[in-house]
């Protein structure tokens, strides 16, 4: 039987194993060493669940992600290799959806906190999203994040637009409430980042 991470949906195949990581074809999941993680975002056996063959996973994540990866890219050049209004305008894309929801900001801890309530407590993108406000700067830290593989391939290829959808929805989220443009530093994390984001200039 197959299993899936329900954060990335990644899904195990007894049939073909996991090579890469030292799991041969053949090993049923119940086989796997107890530190076995999953390869795309770092999580343990507990968070997989079998997947019924008669109704198997209908995600979508792997043609998903094929699309953002040559989005991005394209995005990346057209703006001749900056990507801050790129940035900006994914994160008032999300901005706008949340205030849909009726969601308000009324000071920075609230914006970050609904922010992690949109992408972690209701679509899953992430285990979980840590985060602290300090006086001229704010700290995300992302744990085991869906798009980990994702933004791991643009980093490869060169590309260093930051599509990542807590960052741009963050800083936005922040200038609304502070009037304060944010200076945006993402560094890998286990797998996830951690994320600084820094006042530079009022709007």
């Known amino acids: 039987m197959n299993y899936e991470c329900e954060i990335c949906h990644y899904i195990y195949d007894p049939e073909k194993g996991d090579p890469e990581h030292g799991i041969k074809a053949g090993t049923d999941f119940e086989d796997l060493p107890d530190d076995w993680i999953c390869p795309i975002c ?34 990346w050049k057209i703006s001749g290799m900056g990507s801050y209004s790129v940035t900006r305008e994914i994160g008032r894309t999300f901005l706008r959806q949340l ?57 490869s290829q060169g590309v260093h637009i930051t599509t990542c959808p807590y960052t741009n929805t963050s800083s936005v989220a922040l200038e609304e409430v502070t009037g304060y443009r944010y200076r945006i530093k993402k560094e890998k994390w286990g797998y996830g980042h951690r994320i600084i984001l820094k006042k530079i200039s009022k709007v």
């Not at 000071?107 to 679509?123: M, N, T, W």
């Not at 285990?127 to 300090?134: F, G, N």
């Open 42 to 75: 770092g999580l343990g056996k507990e968070y997989f669940h079998p997947v019924d063959e008669g109704n198997p996973s209908q995600s979508g994540e792997a043609p998903l992600a094929m699309m953002v990866l040559a989005l991005t890219r394209g995005l």
């Open 99 to 155: 205030k849909k929801d009726k969601t308000e900001f009324e000071g920075e801890e609230d914006a970050l906190r609904s922010v992690k309530s949109y992408f972690i407590e209701r679509y899953r993108f992430a285990r979980d999203m840590d985060y602290k406000v300090e006086e001229d700067s704010a700290e995300l830290l992302v744990k085991n994040c869906r798009f980990f593989a994702l933004c791991r391939e643009l980093e």
